[in-house]
Structures are given as C-alpha cells and as structure tokens.
C-alpha cells in the first residue's frame, strides 16, 4: 500500500509514519522540517518500508 502522511517530521505523523513502515508500505512523508524528515526516513527504511520524502507546507500549497 502507498500511503501520504502529512506532519511526518514529529508528533502524530511520525508515530503514524512508523506504525505503517513496520507493516512493509510504502510512504510518502511530506512536513516543513527536511532535516527532522530526513531522521524519520531513516527509521521508517530501517523498519523495512520504501520511503519517499517531501519537503512542503500543505497549509501553503493552494
């Protein structure tokens, strides 16, 4: 399964984020910190989940 996390970089969307990674899905991570998503990436393959990222404010894309 291809999954959208928004907020990835901390809180709830990391947490979210690593729940799914154990599960073997791929992730699209998106949040404002490139470096903090960067860090949650890292977890996420080591757990076994492809992992893409995006830096971006999705209050600000429209």
Known sequence: ????????????????????????????????????LDVVAQKARVKGAEVHVSVVDVTKAW
Do not use: C, D, F, P
Request: aromatic fraction near 2%; charged fraction near 15%.
């Open 1 to 36: 399964m291809h999954i959208l996390i928004t907020g990835a970089s901390s809180g709830l969307g990391e947490a979210i984020a690593l729940v799914y990674a154990q599960k073997g899905n791929v992730l699209s991570l998106a949040g404002r910190h490139g470096e903090r």
